[in-house]
């Protein structure tokens, strides 16, 4: 079963059009499965988190009943997305199973949303927040060993707890990262096939066909794997024992309950002069 449709060329040439469409049913069921996976997994064979804990009274008695952890502008661009993610994901997928309507406008409407959003992060999470605290660091790898040993019932030291960013959602960032400048390039070089009301002038002879032709792939097959990775996100997102960390994209704090079980002040320290519910830690990179 050949994952990308094919079409003849004006010139006889066998040139790609686009992926083909089952790939969505593809995403949809890995999600599901993962999420099923998952679910099962913790439910029957996870142990109870267990980390290293050692903060002094001093360190303690500064953290405050809220913790900042996200600036409204942080968690705007976060909703922003969000909302520009979705609409991307509907228009362009449900006339792909069958409910046909004009999508292409509220498409690309929604492409340029996101990429302006995008283009606003890595300016504001590169020069105003710091850069770091989103990618994984040594502690991370040594901590993701010692999990992975204890629960496969081996002997090994509690890890630390986490920075402002568990690994996970660390390896979750670099993910969605490539696969969403994968769609925000292609996309972008696609409005040129399409009429956009005079904000980009229609080229369609700017790329010849095979050209054009691994764009529309490489755009649908990252496309189709953001339908896996946005449904594993919100899946995530609604789990009860990550629901603190949800609420903190919403509110901007998280309790000082949450912080002190799954945060390490050494790694993550809270900004001692922000008053509580304004402002945001040191390390705001999202
Ligand atoms: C979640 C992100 C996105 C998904 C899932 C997605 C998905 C898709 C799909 C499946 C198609 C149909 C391609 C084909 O027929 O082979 C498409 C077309 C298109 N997309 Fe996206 N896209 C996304 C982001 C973007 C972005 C960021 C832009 C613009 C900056 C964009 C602009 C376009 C354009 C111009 C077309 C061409 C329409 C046409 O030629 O008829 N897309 N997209």
Redesign the pocket.
Known sequence: MDFITWAISPWGRSVP???AWYLIWVAVIAGLLFMIVHALYVAIFAAPKKFTKNDSPAVLAAVPERVPRHSLVARAFHWLMAIS?FA??IT??LP?VGIKFDW?TY??IA??V??ASIIFHIIHASFFLDFWSIWPDKIDLRDAKRRLLRSIGKEAPPPDRFAKYPLENKLYHAVILLS?LA??VT??F??K??NTAGIFTRNPYLFGDMTWGMM??L??L???G??ALIMVHVYFGIRPEKLPITKSMIFGYMSRDFYLEEHDPKRWAVEESSPPQKGYAPSDAD
Do not use: E
């Open positions: 059009i686009h992926i993610m991307l994901l362009a997928f792909k292409v498409h690309w492409g340029l996101l990429t969403g769609v925000i996309g972008v696609m409005m096939r399409v529309y792939v755009h649908g990252a496309g189709v953001l339908i």
